[in-house]
């Protein structure tokens, strides 16, 4: 006999159900919104991880028209979940991490036929996109905490440091980008790692996951462990011209986690989901800890510091 439990989910459209067999467990993926991102994308982009021997949750069968797919169960236990514990080695798992980083940023087929037959080609990370993304903080997170006065003008300024900054960019965008890479997408399957949650994957920046995964804001770490993880990545990647990996490593930090005060803020408003809001505090921490290291952030802390002094030390 097998049975369906709904599991936890995340912050996407998306529902999860286990499937209990005889044998085997699997997960059952719904997804009435978003369904072509949240099911034919994200199946060829695993497919393309699977493909490169990275692991990722393989296709068991596929039913689009009625909302679902069939993947496969890499069961409970997150990085995320094996590092709250008391007597864990956190930087021999992050070295892990790390190394699984690199080999995903050797990827290098960049399409593949999906489960409709078609050929799915990785978008670039274009300036646009960044664009839109930060400025999720002014759609949201000022739109509901500024006085309607200062709104617009807020706005504007905002978005025309934005585009400064994403301006400053000195690295190419030519790797994979799982894009939402920290420990919580990432399982212990027996000894190995795998990676779920890759359907918002491009080809972008190299300094970006690694900003993800270490400032990452549901999971607290000191600095000096932060630049342990960091220096770790550094020497196993001779061959990068540190001033410009750290000068991106840093934008794209205050950038993600921008936009990330603005996702959280609307999961919240238009969504219901309130538990995201308590997570908000740790990343202005984060955007504070980046912005006073670097020049390059002057404009952007003297426009915060101006409309959110409470957030900006």
């Known amino acids: 006999m097998e049975s369906l439990k709904k599991i936890k989910g995340d912050a996407s459209f998306r529902e999860f159900y286990r499937k209990k067999g005889k044998n085997t467990n699997s997960i059952i993926v719904l997804a009435k919104k978003e369904k072509f991102k949240n099911l034919i994308i994200y199946e060829a982009i695993n497919r393309i991880l699977n493909k490169n021997k990275i692991l990722a949750p393989k296709l068991f069968k596929e039913n689009y028209k009625k909302n679902c797919i069939e993947i496969q169960d890499f069961g409970d236990n997150t990085i995320f979940n094996i590092l709250r514990r008391k007597k864990v080695n956190k930087f021999s798992y992050f070295k892990k991490i790390i190394d699984l980083l690199i080999r995903l940023q050797l990827v290098k087929n960049k399409n593949i036929k999906n489960l409709k037959n078609k050929i799915y080609y990785i978008p670039k990370y274009n300036e646009k996109i960044l664009i839109d993304e930060a400025n999720l903080f002014s759609k949201w997170y000022a739109e509901e905490n500024l006085k309607n006065s200062k709104k617009k003008i807020f706005t504007k300024k905002f978005e025309k440091i934005i585009r400064k900054l994403v301006s400053k960019l000195q690295l190419k965008n030519d790797v994979f980008v799982h894009r939402d890479f920290h420990v919580s997408n990432l399982m212990l399957v027996r000894d190995e790692i795998g990676v779920i949650d890759s359907q918002d994957a491009l080809i972008g920046n190299r300094a970006y996951d690694l900003a993800s995964l270490i400032d990452d804001v549901r999971f607290k770490t000191s600095k000096s462990f932060k630049k342990k993880v960091y ?83």
């Open 231 to 313: 220096d770790y990545y550094l020497r196993k990647q001779k061959s990068l011209i540190k001033n410009k990996f750290k000068n991106d490593f840093e934008i794209l930090s205050v950038l993600r986690n921008l936009k990330i005060i603005g996702i959280f803020t609307r999961l919240s408003l238009r969504d219901g989901k309130k538990k995201y809001i308590k997570l908000i505090p740790y990343t202005w921490e984060l955007i504070n800890m980046r912005i006073k290291e670097n020049e390059v952030f002057f404009d952007l802390k003297s426009l915060l510091s101006q409309n959110f002094e409470k957030k900006i030390k």
